[in-house]
């Protein structure tokens, strides 16, 4: 009987993050992010050297296994993108639309409204003192 040696995959966790390495999973204020191979690659590599400065090549070098021929610059940015928009879809998707955390009011302009709404606490729906009058 041959035995199988487990590693123990660590868990990367920051803040609202979550990375599971050993079930290649990501979680995002508790929601499964679900990424492309390399999106996944591409962020374990950003956390794993979190506060390190990694040029394009490096990341590209590490993701793709290969070395660059000058299109390193362009495939991690589109990467980047497309991670930022899916963490900003679900980031947005917690928020409470806002008429229904404001009474109905009418406000005096566009302006005044968006105002308005810097002061409302979307998470706690409490209103700061500069506004309860």
Request: glycine share 4%; charged share 25%.
């Amino acid at each position: 009987m041959k035995l199988i040696e487990m590693v123990v995959e660590p868990t990367l966790i920051f803040n609202h993050l979550i990375i599971d390495t050993g079930k290649r999973k990501v979680y995002y204020n508790q929601q499964e992010v679900l990424l492309t191979t390399k999106e996944y690659e591409l962020l374990y590599r950003l956390a794993l050297y979190e506060g390190r400065v990694l040029s394009y090549r490096q990341l590209y070098e590490a993701v793709w296994g290969e070395d660059p021929m000058g299109n390193e610059a362009n495939a991690v940015s589109c990467h980047v993108y497309g991670l930022r928009r899916k963490f900003r879809e679900i980031a947005l998707s917690l928020y409470k639309p806002i008429s229904k955390v404001l009474p109905a009011k009418k406000f005096e302009s566009a302006s005044a409204a968006r105002t308005a709404t810097i002061f409302i606490s979307r998470q706690s729906n409490e209103r700061f003192p500069a506004l309860s009058a």
